[in-house]
Each structure stands twice: as structure tokens, then as C-alpha cells.
């Protein structure tokens, strides 16, 4: 149990963790992400590492549609745009990766700025289909611009490389990927601790009353999604050096559509909620595959009936959090902490 | 931290139009630096417009604002901010998702550096400037404003009253040099209204902010403002003391049809009462 938190400094006070226990259970976390490369299998590294990639992807999307309230539906349009840049870079440049990835974070946010123009006057659904729009013009492009992306066949990526070693294995990427996604995550936390993030959320809940507080709103909504876009790009990047191949049908639209369940489902608005849902949509389907075979020795014809169960019963999962979790799986997290923060006084 | 020094603003012939609709027809009076001024009228006098044109959400059609003699007609509403004009609203406009805390902090907006890499980082300087951000807030406003016991609450779910006082905070948080507010006690029960009144006097004593309110509670305006100005269909009919107004038969006529002054605070002290 926790009486209170007894702070001596306001600096105490404004830190990313402020309990012992948030301390002492993110320090569990780190040492376990350290673990994982080492005692899964393949398949399932795998799956971390794309689940890893979600959620750079999703926490983009969440400080713009979660934080700062513009609905996107472009963010697999800006994985694209990062997975082609480097793509690119590799082939034409043959600059290092860390620099391509960054190349890949800076393209995409470069174009969230140019689509975000249409976010001063347009809100809601109106955005969402601007941004739609945005990403079959993309799709257009990534088609039609061969000498650059390769048209319809896409184009092949050499391996990410640090001196002496080419990384290629999962096992090597999990060591690129998963450090990445930590700083970026980290960095997102931090911007909500400083006057940007309250700015994105003061756009979000009054956009007439943030003005008045001296936020000059098309700058920030065009930050935000200039922010989204770079975390949209960088995780395109990534996934371009794990896939070694980009086509335009690598990054397609439904893939917005998921990445924007996932912060629905996680929780909208927290960076938790982003990062969870990220892991949670990533996961499910393949627990319940899991499932499927599992009892499929009881069942007669269990692949030809189980597997569109299995989707049935994702998007079933879905409803209902939207319906019974409207916060998200991050408010599920929030409500274990403060029951037992004063356990086992009052359950 | 620097003590804000209040200025003077002039609203000097501003006319607004909707269409056909004149809201404001050639409006002009002035808030002296230090003082209260109060915006008087009955329902739909344009108030409220003046205070649009003020802070920028409204563009006059002719006439100007002056901040100080500087003319800031042309600046967008976050310009203004930056110059020391802060406003509360009519009907709160807090950010309701946020804390108490949070909603403060907002108001420092247009003063503060941090960019954007150092926020990601949260480097020194970021790290520096929100400490300062909070030990300000905390020692200079919320104590002052004796919020201290809600400060981690989120607004949603705080009474009205209270509402109306951290928005004041957040207005204060902007360091204003002139602070506008828009019924800054209505729907107050007689507790709260003494509490926001003794509020506004010690910002413009203790703070040295110059105060232009729009209220209906006459009591209020009669204790507290140097400066009455009245507006009726959005003209100024009548300006002066607040006794020198309470005695004018054409303000007894705007709020009654009737030029009886005795009338008037009768129906205003009654109003009162309810």
C-alpha cells in the first residue's frame, strides 16, 4: 500500500515514474525485453519484433488521433513512405541505416505536414477522408514512380549493417528494433511532459480556448502530424530492413484501419494505450490460432471451421471493449494499480 | 519571476457587423491601467462581442483595439496572448480531460521555449523550465487562489464555483497585463461571489493587473469597479463611476423600459436575492 506520495522537490514531482513500484516494475520489464531474444524461438521473435514495429506505428498515430484529436487514416500510407525511403537510400546512397532510418522518419513527416494542411478547416470524418485520400494518392505514386520505388514488382532491400556484421537474423534485428521503439516511446512520454504535449491536448478537448491561451493552432496540428508521420516512417524503416522487400501492397490501407483498433483498443490518449493496443491487436490473432489448434483434435474438420471463428471472434473481442472498456486496455492497467495501491486495506 | 505590469487598452470605435446585423455600432471606451472596469447592459447589449473583438476572435469591421497605444486590431488571438491579454469565458471553458494542475500549466503556453527536440528529450532546459513552470504555479497561484486541496482532480468533476476559479488560475498562469472576464460570478451562490470578488480585487492590487469584466450581479460592479461602462443594442449609452451609472435614467430605461433609477436597483437587488 501506498499512503501518498511524498515528494520534496517539484522536479520529484514532474518524473516520467513516480512511485517505487512504477520503478521497480519497468525495471523488471527492461531486463525481460533483454531475456526475450534469448529464450523464444524463432516464430515467436518474429512476432515481437513486428508487434515492436506496431507500436512505434500506433503511439505515432496515438499523439495525433489519441492526443491531439485529428483522425488519420493514413498512418500505413507514412510506413510506406518510410519503408520505400530507406529502401531507396540503401540502393542509391548506401548510407549506414541509423541514417536511413531517420532519412525514413524525416520523408514521412515532411509529407504528414503537407497532408496535415487540410486539418485548419477540416475536422472529424471530413479529415479522415482527406487522409484517406492521401494515402491512395500515395498508393498512386508508390505504382507509377518506378525508377524510385520499383512499381508494381517493389524493391528489394540490402541488409541494415554495422561495421563488420550484416544484420539479418531476427535475433540481430530484435537489437536495432527494440532499442528504437524504447527511445520513441520514451520521447513521446516526454513531449506530454512539457508545454507541446498540453498544447496537442488543449487542441483536442477546446480547440477555441487553446487559442485564446496564445496556441497558434495550425502550427500545432501540423507538429502533430509531422510527429506521427515520423514515428510512422521510422516504423516503416524498420520494417523494410526486417522484410528486406517493399511493395506497394506491403503497407495497405486496412493497415490504418488496424493501427487505429489498436489505440482505440488500448486507449486513446495515454501512451500506454498505444503501446498495448499495439501488442494486443499484433497478438491475438495469434493466441487464437493457438487456440484453434489446440482443440481442433476434438473437432471434426477444424481448419476448414475454426479459422473464420477465429476472426469472428478477434473482432468480437474488439466490440467489446469498445463497448464494456471505452478507455481501453490501458484503463484496465489503471484501475490494477490503484486497487493495489491500497491493498490490502480496502479491496 | 517578473511581477506583470498592467496596461491600459482602448477600445476606440469599433463597429462589427453580421451581415446586415450591426452588434457593435461605433463602441469606444477605455480600461485605465490598475483598474476594474465593469461592461454592463441587458441580454444581447454585445458584451460579449466587445470581448471577441479583444481578444481576436472577432474582426472589427471599422475602429481599433489599442494595447498600451499599440494598435493589435490586425494580431490573430494567440498573438494577443502573448501580449498579456487573458480571458475567461462566459460558460468555463476549461479542458475537461485534464487536471487541475494541467489546466494552469496550459495558460503559461506563450511564454515558455521548450521546442520540440528538447521536449522529446526532455533535455535540461525543458526539465528546468516546467520545474519553474510548477513551483509558480503552485506558490504563486494555487495557493493564492486556495485550490491546493484539487489540484490532481480533473476539472469534470468540480463544482461550478470552483470551476470558474481555476479558470481564473489559468488566466492568471498567462502572466496578463490585462485580464478579461466574462461573468466571472454567475450562478455563484453568495459565498463563492465574495470569495471571487475578494479574488479580483487582490489580482489587481497584488498582481497589478488591469481588470475589464462583463457582469450582471450590480452588487458586485457597485463594490468593486473604478469604471462603469454601459452598452445597449451595442452602443455605449452611459459611462462613468459606478454611482454616477446607477443614477442615469437612460441605463434604469436600457434594463427597464422605464427611466427610474430607484426602480432599478430595486429589480437588480431582487435578482440578487434569487
Redesign the interface.
Known sequence: MIIGTAKE???A??A?LTTKPQRVWMAIFLAFLVIVPFSVNDYWLYMVCLMTINVVAATGLNILTGFTGQVSLGQAAFMAVGAYTVAWMERDLGTPFLVNLVGAGLAAAALGIVVGIPSLRVKGLYLAIATIAASFILHFVFVHWESVTGGNTGINVAPARIPGMELTTYFQLYWVIMPVTIIMVV??A??F???????F??I???D?????????LLQYKL?SFA?ASFYAGVAGGMWAYFFRVVTPESFPFMMSIFLLAAIIVGGM?TILGGVVGAVFMTITPELLRFVVEWVSPWVPNAGTLLSPVRTIVFGGLIIGFLVFEPQGLAEIIQRVRRFFRLWPFRT | MRMSDAAALKVAGVTLSFGGVKALRDVSFEAKAGSITAVIGPNGAGKTSVFNCISGFYRPSSGQVLLDGQDISALRPPRRAALGIARSFQNIALFRGMTVLDNIKLGRHAHMKTNLLQAMLYSGAAAREEEALRRDVEERIIDFLEIDHIRNMPVSVLSYGLQKRVELARALAMQPRILLLDEPVAGMNREETEDMARFILDVKEEWGVTILMVEHDMGLIMDISDHVTVLNFGEVIAEGLPAEVQADPHVAEAYLGSGDPAALMKRLHEEAEH
Open positions: 522537490s517539484y522536479r514531482d514532474e516520467l520521447a513521446a516526454n513531449i511532459r512539457t508545454r507541446i504535449g498540453r498544447a491536448i488543449a483536442r478537448d477546446r477555441i480556448s487553446a487559442e485564446v491561451l496564445g496556441i497558434p507538429m510527429i490518449g
